[in-house]
């Protein structure tokens, strides 16, 4: 069955030290990745996202992710943590081109930040 | 202003009561979604449409019911057999593909 899995269910990392998120999904050919952030009480926002090409991609608010094929993976990444990324970070597949197929979202992990 | 508007934004049920809770688009899309999130649980897929007047259930969709009878609307009603309905019910609309997904900031459901 195709499934996302995200092992952190809650992070918590100083201001200014590097973070990376884990995303693993299970799924027999490379689907469609995304990362979404959610500040609490909010919707969704999209954060990057992964079609095919460069395994490196970059997002907004400094985020970027590597896809990595051998190990179904794609990690979140940011170099420096600002107070303002504590959020709820969702990993998320798509397994149609056509996008008519609803995106399959992991648990998420919740990002703390601390002085 | 195009976007994804949900209302209320906090809602209270009681016991053996059914309350409906909307979502209006205004980006002309064709594709509407209903999640439920649960703290430690991520979305979950109620239901979605992928065109008027037609919708799929999805993973849990006991306890729940939609219309879609216009492109812009995608009402979600909460049943009296939805035992466990306190949830944040999150609306989605999508444009052509996934990158074109769009989220509603929520509706609280509360049991009173």
């Keep these: 069955a195709q499934s996302v899995t995200q092992p952190d269910i809650h992070i918590t990392v100083s201001e200014g030290a590097s973070l990376e998120l884990r995303c693993n999904y299970s799924y027999g050919a490379t689907p469609y990745l995304f990362w979404y952030v959610q500040s609490p009480g909010q919707g969704l926002q999209l954060l990057l996202k992964y079609f095919s090409g460069d395994t490196l991609v970059q997002g907004i608010k400094g985020f970027e992710a590597e896809f990595k094929r051998s190990q179904s993976s794609f990690n979140l990444r940011k170099p420096s943590v600002h107070w303002s990324d504590a959020a709820e970070y969702f990993c998320a597949v798509g397994f149609s081109k056509s996008g008519n197929t609803p995106l399959v979202f992991g648990k998420g992990t919740r990002l703390s930040v601390i002085a | ?112």
């Design chain 2, 1 to 112: 202003d195009g976007g994804i508007t949900q209302s209320p934004k906090y809602l209270f049920r009681k016991e053996g009561q059914n309350v409906t809770l909307s979502c209006e688009q205004n980006l002309n899309h064709d594709a509407m979604y209903w999640y439920r999130q649960d703290p430690g649980q991520g979305l979950r897929l109620i239901y979605y449409s992928q065109i008027v007047n037609d919708f799929q259930k999805g993973d849990i969709a006991e306890g729940y019911s939609v219309s879609r009878e216009k492109k812009e609307s995608f009402p979600l009603t909460v049943t009296s057999a939805q035992k466990n309905p306190t949830a944040f019910y999150l609306c989605a609309s999508r444009g052509q593909g996934y990158e074109k997904l769009f989220f509603g900031s929520g509706t609280q459901l509360s049991v009173l």
